[in-house]
């Protein structure tokens, strides 16, 4: 497990966060810019991919500059850091990929305030080395891809019957609710009883083992 | 007191560092930004240019601005506020500037920018109006901006099937009001309304109920602004 100790394996920190810690799945964290982002496939890997990459660069800045960064100001600085890199994701996203920068509006700056983003910087990049911190920050982020992706993918299927805009069937299989906000609530909450029920299953067995 | 200071010293150089980090991705960026916005701009420009039902532009392809200077060229009218014109009957507002062009026929086309107010801020819309002598028809319509409404609800009033329902309005249209079906008491819908959108846009509808379900204020704000552009061409360009 990947926690604030870092005296678990490097592999095992970055494996982590794509399952065991995923930030949405298991520790339940970001989820207003996942659930609103999620409306389709290309809009939840745009999110994705901005978040991941805000999370890899905060994770390892923030490791960087954690020795010199007095404890009673390491949350505005973290803060300061975080808004930093989601400023420069902005600026690029709006130069060079302007559809999904114009699509995703008003959810890109608000990456500063996912608390997946805080959470891993003050739980682990704050407590230890730059390496561990890149690996945990890959991790989380990939794992958040994944969950994003899968929620996108879910409700573009099910919500207008395509996955990155190719149909996969007709109009009038549509449940037009998946892509609304009600739609997102229903599809996180059974992803997460699914995951949660493999967990136990799992658990159940290696108890049955023991 | 020596530890505050230190603090705020290290704080303030975070900052600094931040600052300058950022000044730099700035100047990196810049030009490709400028270079985006106005390409969303051009593409725009010529969208509302094109007849939808022909697919052909309705000015000749040397008019198509293609830099900023050229797109200079165009301007009819501007203001320095940035407004040119607010409904007072509805929230719609015109932005400055406005482009003039002129048609294969020798007709003006203008091409307006101008913002309603959605469910989350503003919704920007570009639309071309063609001067007619019986009045201004309406050619086309882009949605510009509309990144503050609901994605999967009010974010859709610029997929195509959606935009086209506020294309071809004709001025008879806009004399009592442009407004979209539910305003207009035409809900729910009839039998066999899509075969009539055209004669609904001459009184002045805008079906856009069936096609955005659960969303009424987006496409209001869009009527609002195509209503303000309307007003502003009656007064100004008569």
């Known amino acids: ?161 395509t996955i990155f805009g190719y149909t996969v069937w007709a109009k009038s299989y549509e449940v037009f609710v998946f892509v609304l906000p009600p739609g997102a609530f229903l599809v996180i909450g059974f992803y997460l009883a699914l995951f949660h029920y493999i967990g136990s299953r799992k658990k159940a067995k290696s108890t049955k083992k023991a | 007191m020596g530890k505050y200071i230190k603090t705020a010293l290290i704080l303030a150089s975070l900052m600094i560092v931040i600052g300058i980090i950022l000044g730099l991705v700035y100047m990196a960026t810049e030009k490709a930004m400028a270079k985006a916005d106005l390409n969303a701009k051009l593409s725009a420009i010529k969208f509302v ?7 052909k532009l309705l000015v000749s392809e040397n008019q198509i601005p293609t830099t900023l200077a050229e797109l200079d060229l165009k301007i009819w009218k501007s203001s320095r506020s940035g407004i040119l014109y607010s409904d007072p009957k509805y929230p719609g507002f015109v932005l400055s500037p406005v482009y003039r062009f002129l048609g294969k026929n020798g007709e003006k086309i203008y091409v307006l920018t101008g913002f309603g107010v959605g469910f989350g801020g503003r919704v920007v819309t570009v639309a071309g109006f063609v001067q007619q002598k019986s009045g201004f028809y309406e050619n086309a319509i882009d949605v510009t901006d509309y990144s503050n409404e609901t994605p999967g609800m009010g974010a859709k009033i610029n997929d195509p099937d959606i935009r086209r329902r506020f294309f071809s309005i004709p001025n008879s249209g806009f004399e009592k009001g442009l407004k979209v079906n539910k ?44 209503n303000a552009m309307y007003d502003f061409l009656e007064k100004e360009a008569k």
Not at chain 1, 80 to 104: N, P, R
Not at chain 2, 49 to 55: D, V
């Open chain 1, 1 to 161: 497990m990947a926690d604030s100790r870092g005296n678990f394996s490097n592999f095992g920190i970055f494996t982590a966060g794509l399952i065991r810690q995923n930030p949405t799945f298991a520790q339940i964290l970001g989820l207003c810019p996942t659930l609103a982002t999620s409306t389709t496939a290309e809009n939840a890997l745009g999110m994705g991919l901005a978040t991941f990459i805000v999370l890899v660069a905060s994770n390892f800045f923030i490791s960087m500059i954690r020795k010199l960064i007095p404890t009673e100001i390491r949350i505005p600085a973290y803060i300061a850091v975080i808004a930093s890199f989601v400023t420069v994701i902005d600026l690029f996203m709006h130069g060079y990929t302007y559809q999904m920068w114009k699509t995703l509006g008003l959810y890109i700056p608000l990456i500063v305030v996912n608390c997946i983003i805080m959470g891993r910087a003050e739980s682990f990049a704050s407590k230890n080395g730059m390496f561990k911190s890149l690996l945990d920050g890959l991790g989380m982020g990939f794992g958040f891809i994944g969950a994003i992706l899968l929620l996108g993918i879910t409700r573009e299927l099910f919500g207008s019957g």
């Open chain 2, 49 to 55: 240019l094109t007849n939808p039902r022909t697919g």
């Open chain 2, 183 to 226: 305003d207009a008491f035409l809900f729910p819908l009839p039998a066999g309304y899509l075969s009539k959108l055209s004669q609904y846009k001459k009184k002045g509808i805008v079906v856009t109920s069936d096609v955005m379900t659960g969303a009424t204020i987006t496409p209001r704000a869009v009527v609002n602004t195509l």
